[in-house]
């Protein structure tokens, strides 16, 4: 039988009491299935820990004690050369002009595709509708797949160079602003499509018109923090042969000892880089969402 209770109006509904065991109910079965998640994330961990402890030949829990031996070598190199350092940081200014140039204009290709295959993947706007889901599956490849693995297929196709960088940081900057964009897009007002509609305008008109000028701060916005990522995606991308300041880093910490001061002169450079290239996107994406 259910126990029935009266509210202050008389009307026959759920006690008190039914509402607090019912809570207590839910809380109950939330406590146990985190409980449940806890204790398969710990055993997860503690055998992907043991896999990892078997396949290490030199053994994890022996490494740890050695963890800040190689950076203290390092950093210890850097300062007894440290009058060389800034040397050796404009020495590498045009092997970093090199990467911002390889991210400048991978975001600007993969932007201009991003902006396309995300207005042909917006519900509403669509050129062919019936096509939307083909066009989001195209963003999710070209963002599932990692640039470092596109990079090394085109260096096989390609040869070195900064040209298969460009390609690779280009595919996934598509698909990932792709799907930023598509997002923003579906948020945009329809009326103005709506009147250049009835006024015999193409798609292509409605777009630039109509739908543009909505989202173009908040895509500017987005393609500026793509910009930042692809800085340190085309210096990555130099450890397996793309050129710019990756390749300098990677031949300087191959040497080994004795160019341990110009592998510090590029992380600061590259560093350096960075800070200043975030501080002043994020003023520009500021002043174009806000206004201010």
Known sequence: M?????????????????????????????????????????????????????RNAGGFID?????????????????????????????????????????????????????????????????????????????????????????????????????????????HTSGALGKLFSEVAENADLKPVEGLTSVGATWGQKMWLGVIPQVAPNWLSYALLRFEINVRASAILGFVGEGGIGHDLKLAMQWGQGRYDEVVAIFLLLFLTIVAIDRLSDRAREKLVRGR
């Not at 850097?78 to 390889?102: D, F, Y």
């Open 2 to 54: 259910v126990d029935i209770a009266f509210g202050p109006q008389g009307d026959k509904g759920p006690g008190p009491t039914n509402g607090r065991d019912a809570y207590l109910d839910l809380v109950r079965r939330r406590r146990m299935y985190g409980g449940i998640l806890l204790v398969l994330f710990v055993a997860l961990m503690a055998s992907g820990f043991r896999l990892a402890e078997s």
């Open 63 to 171: 490494g740890l004690p050695q963890v800040f031996a190689f950076p203290s070598e390092v950093i210890s190199e850097a300062w007894a050369k440290r009058a060389e350092v800034p040397g050796l940081i404009w020495a590498h200014v045009p092997s970093l002009i090199e990467t911002i140039n390889i991210a400048a204009v991978s975001t600007l290709a993969g932007g201009l595709a991003a902006m396309v295959l995300a207005l042909l993947s917006t519900r509403g706007l669509s050129r062919w509708p019936r096509f939307t889901g083909v066009f989001r599956r195209m963003m999710d490849a070209f963002r599932a797949v990692p640039e470092i693995v596109i990079a090394l297929v085109l260096i096989y196709l390609l040869g070195g160079g900064p040209v298969p960088a460009v390609i690779a940081i280009a595919l």
